[in-house]
């Protein structure tokens, strides 16, 4: 049916290789390309005779539009799938739109370089403006939309599992459950253990960054900004137990603020152990999470990008973790004029995927909802033209698919809520 272009080949780009190459009716041919060809290779040889879909591999820097362009040119996708890094999406999404293709992605936008002067300014008008001040957010990729609206294409933006699955689930809630939501929760749990010290599941750079800043939630119209880490609450999670989650800014809060009507307030919770606490503290007060380039030895060196080199690389946690996630959104809300709850959420097994594709459940988790959105686009089921979040679909054939390709569901519609 389709030909996919897939930039990057970390661990969610290994889990959504695995699932295209599941998908083959879907995913006819792809192409692999990322900034260490090698490693693009190595998957490649892994996968070939195991599956219907052709597979190629390039070299590409995603940061640079023209080196883009001629792969889009000469390999004529369907769709283009970014599962590199956030910095790689306004160059990958100018792209697309040089070539006419289609885009997709799984996290919003956030520029590496943190000082450079002219994204401060507008960086720092948008805090004033908004009154949030985590890097990452959506106008510059919501400052796309009239372009591919022009174009005739379409740019689907975060579709991972949170942002992606949950605001599906909000979608579906909407759709099926509820007259009117009032609140979301939104909580991420991972019970699983890698037996490090201190690791994270997905890019360090990335996830340091977004644990690391202030949390904030929507409130009565309007964002309410807190020092990180500092709500804390404890939750019975099923099938994991009881963990500490803490309230985190996210980048779906924003997006579901604009397109669940009515809403009056949304927040996200992450669990996180002691021992991660206290490292990333740790790290924190003495500096290693700048991305402030600092001169040591006669060279400069950001101290984030530094600290991610000496940190295990995710992609190499699958064999040693154990334990399940179980994210998911809480409702509160109105049904036919009465209160109404419900708590949609997905149980994942670190174990059973590393057995199935070589992954811990973080990266699949991402990766399965990155292979079904593209999968949206490839078949027709969600087209039109211009820049959307997954809420602004239909979220049947996703929530569909989900049970489909290893990612299923439930509803409990007398959750304990979080106060
Ligand atoms: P990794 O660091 O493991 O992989 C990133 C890949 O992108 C690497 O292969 C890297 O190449 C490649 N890359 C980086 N820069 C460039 C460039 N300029 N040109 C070409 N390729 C490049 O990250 P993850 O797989 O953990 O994360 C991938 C994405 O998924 C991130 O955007 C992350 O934020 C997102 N994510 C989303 C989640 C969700 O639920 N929505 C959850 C978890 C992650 P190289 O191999 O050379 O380093």
Redesign the pocket.
């Known amino acids: 049916m389709g030909r996919a272009l897939i ?7 290994g889990v959504v290789i695995h699932k295209c190459c599941q998908n083959s009716d879907v995913f006819e041919e792809i192409m692999i390309a ?3 060809k090698s ?1 693009c290779d190595a998957i490649k040889e892994k996968l070939d005779g195991t599956t219907a879909t052709k597979i190629r591999t390039a070299k ?4 640079n539009v023209d080196e883009l362009c001629a792969l889009i040119d000469e390999y004529k996708p369907d769709i283009v799938m970014n ?4 910095y ?1 999406d306004l160059t990958i999404m100018d792209a697309c739109l040089k070539c006419g293709v289609n885009y997709m992605d ?2 919003n936008y956030e520029p590496e370089d943190t000082d450079d002067p002219e994204w401060r300014a507008i960086y720092e008008k948008r805090c004033k403006d908004e009154g949030f001040t985590a890097y990452f957010d959506y106008s510059w990729q919501w400052a796309y939309k009239k372009k591919f609206e022009d174009a005739g294409l379409t740019a689907l933006l ?1 579709s ?5 699955v949950t605001q599906a689930y909000c979608a579906y809630a909407q759709k099926h459950l509820f007259d009117e939501i009032d609140t979301i929760d939104i909580l991420d749990c991972n019970g699983g253990d890698h037996g490090y010290p201190f690791a994270t599941n ?2 360090p750079e ?1 996830n340091l960054r977004e644990v690391s800043a202030p949390g904030s939630y929507w409130e009565n119209g309007h964002w309410v900004e807190i020092p990180a880490m500092s709500i804390k609450r404890e939750y019975d999670f099923d099938q994991v137990g009881h963990k500490d989650m803490y309230l985190l800014h996210h980048e779906e809060i924003e997006s579901l603020a604009k397109n669940i009507p009515g809403v009056q307030r949304i927040r996200f919770f992450m669990t996180f152990g002691q021992s991660y606490l206290t490292h990333m503290n740790c790290l924190e007060n003495v500096g290693m999470l700048s991305t402030t380039p600092i001169e040591f030895e006669g060279h400069q060196i950001v101290p984030i990008q530094f600290l991610k080199a000496l940190l295990p690389d ?2 190499t946690l699958g064999p040693r973790t154990k334990g399940k996630t179980n994210i998911g959104c809480i409702f509160t809300g109105k049904k036919d004029g009465k209160e109404k709850t419900a708590y949609i959420y997905n149980v994942c097994d670190h174990e059973e995927c590393y057995r199935e594709v070589g992954s811990q459940a ?2 699949y988790t ?1 990766g399965v909802p990155a292979m079904i959105g593209a999968a949206m686009l490839l078949t027709g089921k969600w087209n039109k033209p211009g820049v959307y979040t997954v809420e602004e679909f239909d979220p049947d054939p996703y929530m569909e698919a989900l049970n489909k390709w290893g990612l299923p569901w439930q509803i409990n519609d007398k959750p304990v809520l979080v106060d």
Not at 60 to 63: G, H, K, P, S
Not at 83 to 86: F, G, K, Q, R, S
Request: hydrophobic share 40%.
């Open positions: 930039i990057g080949c970390g661990g969610v780009a990322s900034r260490t490693k590409v820097d995603a940061d599962i590199a890094l956030p790689q799984t996290a975060g991972g599992f949170d942002p992606g997905f890019n990335i995710p992609a973080i990266s991402t």
